[in-house]
Nanobody, 122 residues
Framework: QVQLVESGGGVVQTGGSLRLSCAAS????????MGWFRQAPGKEREFVGS????????RYADSVKGRFTISRDNAKNTVYIQMNSLKPEDTAVYYC???????????????WGQGTQVTVSS
């Protein structure tokens, strides 16, 4: 089992920045990739970006490319998402997830965090 705990959400104005963290514990050796997803009210959950746990390769949704950056600190078993130039449409609950098989948008993510709210005010 892998446990994931997100932190860092909050309220920010349009154009502002936030950094979310996702701390992993448990069987972290089984993690291949980590993903960030978000779900806005009344909408389906969508892929935001992901990172390879070992190699550091990243993927991003087109909607966040150039604004969001995902990184990891393996020593701390923590993944980060730095979100800049935030827009009201970025408002959502953000979830991190761990996959034992990949790090793509369609990879199977087995473990999920509880989510953290990000609200961007206009």
């Amino acid at each position: 089992q892998v446990q994931l705990v997100e932190s860092g959400g909050g309220v920010v104005q349009t154009g502002g920045s936030l950094r979310l963290s996702c701390a992993a514990s448990g069987r972290t050796a089984s993690i291949y990739g980590m993903g960030w997803f978000r779900q806005a009210p009344g909408k389906e959950r969508e892929f935001v970006g992901s990172i390879s746990w070992s190699g550091g390769g990243t993927r991003y949704a087109d909607s966040v490319k150039g604004r969001f950056t995902i990184s990891r600190d393996n020593a701390k078993n923590t993944v980060y998402i730095q979100m800049n130039s935030l827009k009201p449409e970025d408002t959502a609950v953000y979830y991190c997830a761990a996959s034992s098989v990949g790090f793509l948008s369609y990879s199977k993510y087995d473990y999920w965090g509880q989510g953290t709210q990000v609200t961007v005010s206009s």
